[in-house]
């Protein structure tokens, strides 16, 4: 192929592009320009390596704190749930007294006036629309069941104690000897209305 180019070489523009052996850079400056290039990237590195560290110690410190906040979290917790169960006795209680306008008083007169001798009560337990009596006797005669009876008898007698009552049933009775002496221990459970 023949190539025809009338414009003197001078003024030619060279086909081939820019070449660096064209564009006649001092070397002093190429290199200036490279280690310019290399230290701001080694500098940007060293400026985010900086960030991360200081980064990581925070969540170090956010971790330690949390770990002392969580334990202080627990008890916290214990406590709310404890108070959400009093809440809960105090609702039923108020439930069964307020609601139901149960008169316990004259009640409690009447089980202290019926109680025969030889017997005494341990525990009363009012809960969940029932009362839940729990006692012991001892008898010379061993009439500890006889006794038992007889009790539950005459709270069933006794219309006042009765009317707030649908039933009065004795749950169980138990035949022990403690300190050479035969003692039964009972309860009784009263359903309220």
């Known amino acids: 192929m023949i190539n025809i180019n009338l414009i003197p070489p001078g003024l030619r523009k060279n086909?081939?592009?820019?070449s660096a052996a064209s564009i006649n850079i001092p070397q002093e400056i190429l290199l200036g320009v490279v280690g310019g290039v290399v230290f701001l990237i080694l500098t940007v590195h060293l400026i985010l390596g900086a960030v991360w560290l200081t980064a990581a110690g925070h969540l170090s410190f956010d971790k330690l704190q949390w770990q002392k906040v969580l334990s202080d979290?627990?008890?916290?917790d214990d406590i709310y749930n404890k108070s959400r169960e009093l809440r809960?006795?105090?609702?039923?209680?108020?439930?069964?007294?307020?609601?139901?306008?149960?008169?316990?008083s004259p009640?409690?007169?009447?089980?202290?006036?019926v109680l025969p001798r030889?017997?005494?009560?341990?525990?009363?337990?009012?809960?969940?629309g029932s009362l839940t009596i729990e006692g012991s006797v001892v008898s010379k005669?061993?009439?500890?069941?006889?006794?038992v009876g007889n009790f539950v008898s005459?709270?069933?007698?006794?219309?006042?104690?009765?009317?707030?009552?649908?039933s009065?049933?004795?749950?169980?009775?138990?035949?022990?000897?403690?300190?050479?002496?035969?003692?039964?221990?009972?309860?009784?459970?009263?359903?309220?209305?």
């Open 88 to 104: 809960k006795k105090i609702s039923d209680i108020s439930d069964m007294t307020v609601k139901k306008i149960v008169v316990w």
């Open 118 to 128: 030889g017997m005494w009560l341990r525990k009363m337990v009012l809960d969940k």
């Open 73 to 76: 979290k627990s008890q916290l």
């Open 154 to 166: 005459a709270l069933k007698k006794n219309a006042a104690f009765m009317k707030d009552f649908s």
């Open 15 to 18: 086909s081939a592009g820019l």
């Open 107 to 113: 009640k409690l007169n009447v089980i202290s006036d």
């Open 168 to 193: 009065l049933e004795v749950n169980s009775i138990q035949r022990g000897n403690r300190s050479s002496m035969e003692v039964a221990d009972f309860i009784i459970t009263a359903k309220l209305k």
């Open 141 to 147: 005669n061993h009439d500890e069941i006889t006794n």
